[in-house]
């Protein structure tokens, strides 16, 4: 049975850090990714990181401040994220995808998730 399981969310203030991690197992995955939802919005990708050859991609808003890493041996995908403001409150979803690709598309990661919630005050 595939899981994906995502901890670390909580609640930080302005300027502060959280590191979210998603252990994924059941199967083997060939990349995995984060996406997150606020309130009233559509879900947006995050971060994604494949595992060979290693690649990782971004989201403009998020590459100066977030870093994905992996940990191969947990199977464990870790998002780093520095300098939190209060837009960047939200669902944290993790994603794995058998797909080689390393990609912002939601359509192609197969397993997905529950979320962990990520809230910045101000």
């Known amino acids: 049975q595939v899981q994906v399981v995502e901890s670390g969310g909580g609640l930080v203030q302005a300027g502060g850090s959280l590191r979210l991690s998603c252990q994924a197992s059941g199967r083997t995955f060939s990349s995995m990714g984060w996406f997150r939802q606020a309130p009233g919005k559509k879900r947006e990708f995050v971060a994604a990181?494949?595992?060979?050859?290693?690649?990782?991609l971004y989201t403009d808003s998020g590459k100066d401040r977030f870093t994905i890493s992996r940990d191969n041996a947990k199977n464990t995908v870790y998002l780093q994220m520095n300098s939190l403001t209060p837009e960047d409150t939200a669902v944290y979803y993790c994603?794995?995808?058998?797909?080689?690709?390393?990609?912002?598309?939601?359509?192609?990661?197969?397993?997905w998730g529950q979320g962990t919630q990520v809230t910045v005050s101000s």
């Open positions: 994603a794995a995808s058998v797909d080689y690709r390393v990609t912002s598309i939601q359509s192609t990661y197969d397993y």
């Open positions: 990181i494949r595992w060979s050859p290693t690649s990782t």
